[in-house]
């Protein structure tokens, strides 16, 4: 209904159109309304298994319902993408697949094991990952559940025959190997973009973040897109604004991401985060232009916008001028400035023209005037 009401209108602005899949966590307890299988922990303090917000990577009835929502966007020609988020578990459940770890990696288990029931094999595997602090066993369960999210992936894309070039989520922290996701994995599955999540981190866990991405991507020969999230809780750092912070770890993370040069696109969470943070401190008006900044950033330094445009304050914090660049050799028609009346901003007045055009390597430059409201004049 979505993806009738909003792909005409995209569509006529030249705008491409995704649809995504929450795949394996739907909210409001909407799992058990569908009667998925839950994915399961080990919770020795309530039960010995506890149900969780996520279903189970084994669940063939969330699998097929996927799978028919991919179908349907494949066969839409208003979808130019198709995406999957959450597809991969909580940090520490899943054990109801234990039983099937234990075969695939050879784990070894306690003598008798082989008799027991499932559950109280999935009970055994449940206690020793979550209480035993068995190192190795545990990296290995991290890597074969990553292998069963890939593995699910693929198997999509193939029953499915899908072509849309898909996309993918995986979490920033370590990759998302706590999780069960490795983005090698999934690209290796036949995914075509991977968009790594950069944020509910802290300033110090970012700069983790991009200390371990870097090390872990070490070419860039597959598609990596960087996110942020737009949300003034997120976004503590180097500045008291966090719109500021937002373009600062923007730019960090698609300059960092690969070892050589830059992510291969930029994207942003959420536009709904954005319409609700006018309750938090920062309109939706002002995210709206922070996270075009970034974007506008981006495509300049990757070659695909052929000017960008500098703006100065002169000593009085009244005036000022605007330079407008063209980087390339070739001639700019139908240039257009406007301004934008954010939440500081009393009144601008200038001298741009309503449209104007550059030539290969020109530099003009326009002066204004602005009025800031008395609230922000400090």
Known sequence: ENLAL??????????????????????????????????LIFNAATAPLADTRFISLSSEQRYQDILRLAKAWQANPSVDYIGLDFIRTGEGDGCENGPEFIDEMNIPTPSGYASWSRMEQVKWVGRHLRLDDDAKT???????????????????????????????????????????QDPDMVFDAGAFIDAAMLYEASEAQFRNLMDQWPAYM??????????????????????????VEYLYRTRVGWRGI???????????????????????GLSTLEWALVVGASQSLFR???????YRATLAFNADRRTGAIKVINDGNRRIDRLTMGFVPTAAWAK?????????????????TFTFSATVKPDFDD
């Open 218 to 243: 070490r070419d860039n020969r597959n598609n990596v897109i960087i996110g942020n999230s737009a949300d003034v809780r997120l976004l503590d750092g180097r500045s008291e604004n966090p719109a």
């Open 300 to 306: 300049n330094e990757v070659g695909v916008l052929p």
């Open 348 to 364: 601008v007045s200038d001298n741009v023209p309503k449209v104007f055009s550059l030539a290969p390597k020109e530099t003009v």
């Open 6 to 39: 909003m792909a005409p209108h995209l569509k006529s602005n030249g705008i491409q159109v995704g649809a995504y899949a929450m795949c394996y966590y739907t909210p409001e307890n909407g799992k058990n309304l569908a009667g998925y299988d839950p994915s």
């Open 138 to 180: 545990i990296l290995k369960w991290r890597g074969w559940r990553a292998h069963k999210v890939a593995s699910i992936l693929n198997r999509l894309l193939v029953e499915g025959r899908i072509t849309t070039p898909t996309w993918v989520f995986t979490l920033g922290w370590e990759h998302g190997k706590q999780h069960g």
């Open 258 to 280: 690969y070892r050589e040069g830059p992510s291969k696109g930029v994207f942003f969470h959420d536009l709904s985060r954005a319409l609700w943070s006018t309750k938090r």
